[in-house]
């Protein structure tokens, strides 16, 4: 069991006193250092991770040595090279690798500092490029909080209430089936989502020829690690392809190898017109990217800019850690297949074993449980998914909750199938204690 001393609750006092207020999770982790699988707090507890430090850490916690190595090395040289009017070879060699790793060829990047930034560039380029002002996004959705970014976002109030208003962005429902908002059933529907879009929103808010670019996480993040029907993309981007309004796929934290391919959007053969990165392409520095088709065009010079773009120690790590990547692709994709088929079965055995667990999903190593109260009324099981993300913590097991009653499963998708079995067996015996306490509970 995880013992925590004053160490922890003195740094948790100090924090309150001085930090503004985070989100934070129901159990108390203070970060010291992270090897691989591994995580460590302040006290030495050692914790297997589920969490890849919110989607960051994809290649294992504190990433590579030679990605460390190549950070520390660029140090020594120069660090910010003032992308924004002077020139440097890391970042266009860096682009150029990624642009091996896109669907297809020809794109253009941007760099800048986080996946907030990299929506709230592609938000003022979709505009530049159709001359629209008009943007669509999910309800349920999660694309940042600058102030441009929350008129997509839409997954929790809290994120949203005092802060508006808003840019033009219209909101339609995700194909969430397990809890479809119009109340049919996957395949027998029709794909009611799309036809939704169509004859609502559409036809009755915005003309479509005012609409600028669709935003979509292709796997919902944040909002749930909700995945929809494999032929949804494909049907919704002949919708937008209609009318001239761009895709863009949101692969901040669905993307690089998290769902087994490098981007999420791959898994549903289609190829979005603009893709948005974070998170794990930084190796655990600050990096962001907006990559555009190059058949778009440009921007104006000046149009769009930031300081620290491009930072070459952050690029440094960036480069280092993607041609590992390239150079092992093939062997990422089949491990990330196979332990995610690992992994999404056990979770299917819970689903069917207790109660309280009403679903089981995900693609790769990006999975979820949604937990209820009961399986036939499917009310969100909030007070339980927090007990359980406290117990799996206390047995050494670092987790992650999503949505309203959801727990995300994140390890680096290095993570060997020794420890992601260890972990799955905590979870499953945090999700049983919390079961029967719910079972108790019932029949008092």
């Known amino acids: 069991m995880v013992k925590l001393t004053n160490k922890t609750k003195k740094l948790v006092a100090r924090d309150r006193k001085f930090l503004l207020s985070q989100p934070r999770m129901p159990y108390t982790f203070a970060a010291d250092r992270g090897d691989g699988d591994y995580a460590y707090d302040i006290e030495g507890n050692r914790f297997i991770d589920f969490s890849s430090f919110i989607g960051v850490y994809n290649m294992g916690v504190n990433s590579d040595k030679k990605v460390r190595e190549a950070i520390k090395k660029q140090l020594d040289k120069l660090m910010h090279p003032a992308l924004l009017e002077f020139y440097a070879e890391l970042p266009v060699d860096f682009a150029e690798l990624l642009s091996g790793m896109m669907p297809r060829a020809g794109w253009k990047f941007f760099f800048s500092n986080s996946g907030a930034e990299a929506n709230e560039a592609a938000i003022k380029f979709a505009n530049l490029f159709t001359g629209r002002q008009y943007t669509m996004a999910f309800y349920n959705s999660f694309h940042g909080r600058t102030s441009g970014t929350l008129s997509l976002t839409s997954s929790k109030i809290v994120h949203r209430e005092h802060f508006g208003p808003f840019t033009n962005t219209i909101h339609v429902p995700f194909p969430y089936c397990y809890r479809c908002p119009f109340g049919q059933e996957y395949p027998g529907c029709g794909l009611a ?213 959801a727990i995300r499963l994140v390890p680096p998708v290095t993570i060997s199938h020794e420890n992601l079995a260890k972990g799955l067996d905590i979870l499953e015996q945090s999700v049983k204690r919390a079961n029967a306490e719910t079972l108790k509970g019932r029949s008092r």
């Open 193 to 405: 989502c799309i036809d939704y879009i169509r004859k609502q929103p559409l036809s009755k808010e915005v003309g479509p020829n005012e609409v600028a670019a669709f935003f979509a996480e292709p796997v919902q993040g944040e909002g749930g690690y909700i995945v929809p029907p494999m032929d949804y993309y494909r049907e919704l981007k002949r919708l937008l392809e209609e009318h001239g309004i761009l895709l863009v796929s949101d692969e901040v934290q669905a993307g690089y190898m998290r769902t087994g391919k490098f981007l999420a959007m791959d898994n549903f053969g289609v190829v979005a017109d603009i893709y948005t990165m974070a998170k794990a392409i930084g190796a655990g520095l600050p990096l962001g990217a907006t990559i555009t088709r190059a058949s778009l065009g440009d921007i104006p010079p000046g149009a769009h800019a930031n300081t620290y773009g491009g930072n070459l120690a952050v690029i440094a790590g960036a480069f280092e850690q993607l041609k590992g990547v390239r150079a092992n692709r093939a062997k990422l994709e089949s491990e990330i297949k196979s332990k995610g088929a690992f992994a999404l079965k056990r979770l299917a055995e819970m689903r069917e074993k207790y109660q309280i667990v009403g679903d089981a999903r995900g693609i790769g190593l990006m999975l979820a449980i949604e937990l209820v109260k009961d399986k036939k009324g499917k009310e969100p099981a909030v007070h339980e998914r927090e007990l359980i993300l406290k117990d799996a913590f206390d047995n050494g097991l670092i987790l992650l909750g999503a949505g309203q009653s």
